[in-house]
């Protein structure tokens, strides 16, 4: 019997029809859940796949260890324990399984929700001591409860709905939430963070783990909440600062919390323990039959159509296109995820509508990965590692974004030309794009023409043209000591408003920023990272 042509490690355990599926593909699938990371540097050249869920990490020593490695698959949604940059660097495709455990984590938080209210872990351990003590646990109705969640995703969205019928009023935070799709899922839509924690009586988060979220409920924000205000956290560890949640849970200001996730996995180290009114789990928001079956399944199925037949789903770092379209695709596809990207960034607040325009022969073919990762851009701080080319229009559904895709054969200045638009109300924002030597650029910002690289920390402002202007800001960015790498000027008469994009080694600071802004002749003062 000849060799099976790939090896597939499983190092955190894989349901078995998972196992089966790949097996009977003929390759030799090796499930060795608890492996220590010595162990797992020792054997991981042999393999072409590793499967983890969120045990294991995969840093860049085991990845560069991988000298065979062509995939790593999470069974699960987030990839926290993945270094993507680092396989993307080596060329290793990174895949996950998003909305595999949607309603597992949705039930698990409204279970712990309900566990909080009535004690009912407290009460199970004093029953289990022979006591008999019902004083000790009163709880808290559910029904008449303000409910506030922080993000409102699949897994958000689905809490809500089950908070709706319990008869909770929802109050929901998400920048990116429409307000179309709020009002039909009966939910109140809140601008700022801080109106919602003053509110709710219950806070659960389900934003995903980003530089922005990180420490999103911190002391200072956990302070705003009203006395008697409980907690949820069944998204990840990071959301909330662990040290204010336990101070402010143990002078009686938050009233309890219910973690299945932490700042690090496994603690080695918990004081959330000797606490009463706490409920902990042991990150079981994906643990379910079901859920295990249904990513298992998933993950086994893109494992073998990676290796066998080159055609790539859910993958974070790379888009689901075979091996010989994505050589085709490959520099449009940069151009549309920068684009989505930078439109995010300077794009009106909760927009509604998002269009996708195409010029060029180039464009002819089937453009859906191309719009996809368009989405996919546009959404990434909304979503951040669940969001992927498969599921980038269904989320985009789900926060009430319509998305308009439009081919145009009249004569342009371009070979090619990609257009992307936000609009929320009647305020809309566009930029157009085109490849220089495969390349990058942004060639127009709302109309206007620009010529500048869609790469690191990007400056965009309207300004009035007046002689001075551009003198006052390079004199400006030389006393905060940031670089200018490139200046793009646009204007379309003069004296009238004109555009400019700077290219920066650095990104400004806040301070600098309220300078730009404080100038009577500069408007609309945006900073974009790419």
């Not at 929901?172 to 009966?186: E, G, I, N, T, W």
């Not at 180039?362 to 990965?369: C, E, H, I």
Request: glycine residues 8%; neutral net charge; aromatic residues 4%.
């Amino acid at each position: 019997m000849s060799a099976p042509q790939y090896k597939v490690l499983i190092a955190d355990g894989l349901s078995s029809k998972g196992i089966e599926i790949m097996s009977t593909s003929g390759f030799q699938v090796d499930n060795k859940p608890g492996l220590k990371e010595a162990d797992l540097l020792a054997i991981i050249g042999d393999y072409h796949a590793l499967i983890v869920r969120s045990q294991t990490k995969v840093n860049a020593t085991v990845l560069q260890a991988g000298k065979n490695l062509k995939l790593v698959g999470r069974a699960g949604v987030g990839v926290d324990n993945v270094d993507v940059d680092a396989a993307t660097a080596r060329g290793i495709i990174v895949m996950n399984t998003p909305g595999g455990n949607t309603i597992s984590t949705a039930e698990l938080t409204f279970s712990m929700m309900m566990a909080l209210s009535r004690n009912i872990p407290q009460a199970h351990m004093s029953m289990a001591a022979g006591k008999w003590d019902r004083k000790s646990f009163q709880g808290v109705e559910l029904y008449g409860k303000v409910l506030g969640i922080v993000g409102m995703g699949r897994i958000g969205s689905e809490v809500a709905r089950r908070a709706i019928a319990f008869g909770m009023r929802v109050l929901s935070y998400d920048p990116f939430l429409s307000m179309s799709r709020a009002k039909s899922m009966q939910v109140e839509l809140i601008e700022k963070l801080p109106d919602l924690l003053k509110e709710a009586d219950y806070i659960t988060i389900h934003s995903p783990l980003t530089a922005e979220t990180k420490d999103l409920l911190n002391a200072e924000t956990l302070k705003l909440t009203k006395k008697g205000v409980r907690i949820i956290n069944c998204a990840r560890g990071g959301l909330i600062n662990e040290s204010a949640l336990y101070d402010l849970l143990k002078s009686g200001h938050i009233a309890g919390a219910a973690l299945d996730v932490y700042e690090e996995e496994p603690p080695s180290t918990l004081p959330f323990r000797e606490l009463s009114n706490v409920v902990l789990t042991p990150h079981l928001g994906a643990s379910t039959v079901e859920a295990q079956e249904s990513v298992g399944i998933e993950i086994a199925e893109q494992i073998n159509d990676a290796l066998l037949n080159g055609t790539i789903r859910n993958a974070v770092n790379m888009p689901n296109v075979d091996a010989k379209t994505l050589a085709i695709l490959g520099p449009h596809l940069d151009l549309a995820d920068k684009l989505g990207r930078l439109l995010a960034s300077i794009a009106p607040k909760r927009a509604e509508f998002l269009k996708i325009s195409y010029w060029g022969k180039p464009y002819d073919q089937d453009v859906n990965p191309i719009t996809r990762t368009v989405i996919k851009g546009f959404l990434m701080n909304a979503e951040g590692s669940e969001i992927n080319q498969v599921n980038a229009l269904s989320l985009a559904a789900n926060l009430g974004v319509k998305v308009e895709v439009t081919k145009h054969s009249d004569q342009i200045d371009f070979v090619e030309l990609m257009q992307v638009t936000a609009r929320a109300g009647t305020e809309e924002v566009s930029l157009s794009g085109t490849l220089f030597a495969n390349r990058p650029r942004i060639v127009r910002i709302n109309g206007k023409t620009v010529e500048a690289e869609p790469k690191g920390v990007l400056l965009l402002m309207e300004n009035t043209d007046r002689p001075g202007i551009v003198g006052w800001l390079g004199t400006l960015m030389g006393r905060y000591k940031v670089n200018i790498a490139n200046m793009s000027l646009s204007r379309t008469e003069q004296g009238g408003r004109a555009m400019t994009v700077l290219n920066l080694d650095s990104m400004p600071s806040p301070e600098l920023l309220d300078e730009i802004a404080k100038e009577k002749d500069i408007f609309n003062v945006k900073v974009a990272k790419i």
